[in-house]
């Protein structure tokens, strides 16, 4: 398969009219909830809401207007809702333009609709990156106080020692912070799998750095629960609608709080700064 291209046709999809008033239990069959037997079900068990108020079987709903949240969870009910996960190759970067002129990922997906990289992956770092133009999602998965987990295996210089991964583990002390703890495993002789749930500039490299081992290539390996290794750098694929609820529903969880160890006065990461270099990403 050649690069940027999907690793399969995406399924057809029967999207709404907008403004047109839908039955709730053919929006929730139609995102994949199962049959519309099954979707009455889970109506009439009150785990869905419409607008914060418990459904009711043969309620309709305006998908440009309502919110329909099924056991808390908001759903992605507009129409014309697009999801790609991309594994990012080095060298590309993570925005919709670049003055430089380098690629992008944008220029990776399809340019019908537009979509936007979700968060950041550093340049020089690699792997898996979300594009929607699903607005909601982006905003909760970038919302530093979600701490939606990402996952990376690290390339360091050296054989980091016990002092060094427990500090990692613990906590690192950063020009605008400390870190909160990441989970750290070692994959082989300088090779690092690590967890981080923070959004901060360049972090991944940073702690590495911090602890006497830079880094020498970083792959994000997981989003979340999204997680796919049979992409090649470079192409893309559709998440499923199980993919897009688990992911929303790890954006919906309780926010994350990191005991209070940020400096005062020091600077907060924007939605969307890498974080690990991902703040998105590294």
Known sequence: MSEGEPTGPAAPREEPVAGEAERLQKILARLGFGSRRTCEELIADGRVTINGEEAVLGQRVVVVVDRVEVDGVPLPVLPGLV????????GVV???ADPEGRPTVVELVPDDPRVFPVGRL?????????????GELTQRLTHPSFGVEKEYLVDVEGRPAAGALRRLREGVLLDDGMTAPARVGVVSSGILRLVIHEGRNRQVRRMCEAV?????RLVRTRIGPLTDTSLAPGQWRELTSTEVRALSKAA???PRHAPGR????APRPEP?????EDAEGD
């Open 212 to 216: 006497g081992h830079p880094v020498r």
């Open 94 to 96: 993570s925005t919709a």
């Open 262 to 265: 940020r400096r005062s006065g």
């Open 83 to 90: 999801h790609y996960l991309l594994n990012k190759p080095a």
């Open 122 to 134: 550093d340049t020089a770092t690699e792997g898996l990156i979300i594009l929607t133009n699903d």
């Open 272 to 276: 969307g700064d890498d974080v690990d």
């Open 252 to 254: 919906s969880s309780r």
